[in-house]
């Protein structure tokens, strides 16, 4: 085995033993400069440096060398890859945290974490509303060269995935179950949308079930890889609540979408507000808080590409008296709009198809349609 892979070995290998997370790994790391060294410890070092001591047992008798090996045979055969941290290709800015993980496993284009990032989170049950606000602004940040990240849970994460995409940029998923687990079952095509123009990340060994314990210790992820962290509707019980208080740990920027005051939905993002996170109506506001030479950068693309762009096109009177009847906030039933148009239903169908190819309305699960409250770019 060579070097490098021996490494990755030894690293699998510490995180397979169960009580030796990342916080005691970080401990073992400040004493010991290699994982080998770690290895070479007895069992009552392990015990005086934070490890419980049956881990500490386990680290020292190899318990877990076979089964580590075992995984990196299969990492081989899958062509997934693994970042050890410390190593070319690990995350610098995930790096900088306070307990990042050892060892990521990941599907994909690994060079997606190279662009600067934002994480876009929310409840796993949104209203059209915050729908449309997530897509939208995923799209919009990745029009402009911004990676985003999210967890690919239903809801308010998978919208962020899927706006992204539409806008051909590039998003990040970080998985609270193994790499190799597709979770939700009905997200494995928007999984394979993301490995084509993004990636896929898990600290969790291949085979690892999405047990509710790891999207709390997956969220500090999703927030170590951003800039900063944007909520858009969340209950006052929300996970999205933890990933903002870690981003706030770690020094990252905290956004967030207002709601309705009336909304359960809304207490996550409208109390953040109240916090000191800044409220966010476009992508502007987020980018206004990025680092200067990239804010910089952004914003002079941003203006040249206002200069040579087109004139927007007409809508046709037809057009405009569909838009007419539809909402930014509430989603509206397809029936309800044919019967207030006065159109036949296969001019009305073609006329919304044609609206939604071109950015002006978004079809929801249920036949619904809202408006899009962004400019068609």
Known sequence: MANYE??????????LVPGIGSSVQRKLLETCREVSEIYALGANALVGMGAPPESAEAVAARHYRSMSEEILDWCRREGCRLLLR????????????????????????????????????GTRKPTPY?????????????????????????GIDAAAHRGCLDSKGRTIAVLGCGIDVTYPREHRRLTEKILERGLILSEFPPGTSPAPQNFPVRNRIISGLSLGTLIVEASEYSGSLIT????????????????NLTSPRSFGPNFLIKQGAKLVQSWRDIVEEFPPELRRSILANENRRAETAP?????????????????????????????????????????????????????????????VTRSPK
């Not at 021996?6 to 995180?15: N, R, S, V």
Request: with cysteine.
């Open 244 to 259: 903002a208080r870690l981003a706030i740990e770690q020094n990252r920027e905290v956004f967030a979408v207002p709601g």
């Open 86 to 121: 410390g190593s070319h290709g690990y995350p610098p800015i995930l790096d900088e945290i306070y307990d990042p993980p050892l060892v990521l496993y990941a599907r994909g284009d690994p060079a997606a974490t190279e662009a600067a990032a934002v994480a876009i989170v």
């Open 130 to 154: 915050g729908l449309q606000m997530a897509e939208g602004l995923a799209g919009d940040l990745a029009y402009r060269g911004v990676a985003v990240i999210s967890g690919l849970a239903r």
């Open 6 to 15: 021996m490494q990755i070995a030894e690293a699998i290998e510490l995180t």
């Open 311 to 371: 004139s927007l096109e007409l809508l046709t009177d037809e057009e405009r008296q569909i838009l007419d009847l539809l909402d930014t906030d509430r989603a509206t039933q397809f029936d309800r709009i044919l019967a207030r148009s006065q159109c036949e239903i296969s001019r009305l169908s073609d006329l919304m198809f044609d609206l939604e190819m071109r950015g002006w309305i978004r079809q929801v699960p249920g036949n619904l349609f809202v408006r």
